[in-house]
């Protein structure tokens, strides 16, 4: 692979990584993607060793990042419904309110979601730190994977 193809490769990573961070890309499957065209285009057991480490760093967390922090919802009570509504709103918070817009929409969201369930104030806030920290773990975990995935793939590339 050409040297210029390599950084178009790693350009697809770094934007897959921003999608991670930002969930309106998808970044797994980005990183996922141009890691695999890297892997057919190079050829070689180095390429195809990288692409599997880094379907299955990708894979693992994929999976860690559903179960772990829904468990921890599950025990703190908030429900899904919630985090769909927080999710819609932070959704219409991006546009409406750039860059910091999905996180306060997610907010606001997630909190109106739970002042109905609940009530309270205090009960409702308290549910909606639960899954702010939740939804915090989930990207963290993901973005761990997409970090192993993408410094895998770096290190095939300088050493190779």
């Known amino acids: 692979m050409t040297a210029g193809a390599e950084v178009l490769v790693g350009l697809a990573i770094l934007v897959g990584l921003v999608g991670i961070v930002v969930p309106i890309l998808p970044g797994t499957l980005l990183i996922f993607g141009a890691i695999a065209v890297w892997a057919v285009v190079t050829g070689g057991a180095v390429a195809w060793t990288v692409f599997a480490v880094a379907t299955t760093a990708l894979l693992v967390t994929g999976i860690v990042k559903y179960t772990w922090?829904?468990?921890?919802?599950?025990?703190?009570?908030?429900?899904?419904?919630?985090?769909?509504?927080?999710?819609?709103?932070?959704?219409?918070?991006?546009?409406?309110?750039?860059v910091i817009g999905l996180l306060l929409g997610f907010l606001l969201g997630t909190y109106l979601s739970e002042v109905q369930r609940h009530?309270?104030?205090?009960?409702?806030?308290?549910?909606?730190?639960?899954?702010?920290?939740?939804?915090?773990?989930?990207?963290?975990?993901?973005?761990?994977?997409?970090?192993?995935?993408?410094g895998v793939w770096l290190g095939a590339v300088l050493l190779t």
């Open 69 to 98: 922090p829904g468990g921890r919802m599950r025990r703190a009570g908030v429900p899904t419904r919630s985090i769909v509504a927080g999710g819609l709103l932070g959704i219409v918070g991006f546009f409406v309110v750039p």
């Open 119 to 150: 009530r309270t104030h205090r009960d409702a806030w308290l549910s909606t730190v639960h899954a702010t920290k939740a939804v915090a773990l989930s990207i963290l975990v993901e973005l761990l994977g997409g970090l192993v995935a993408a």
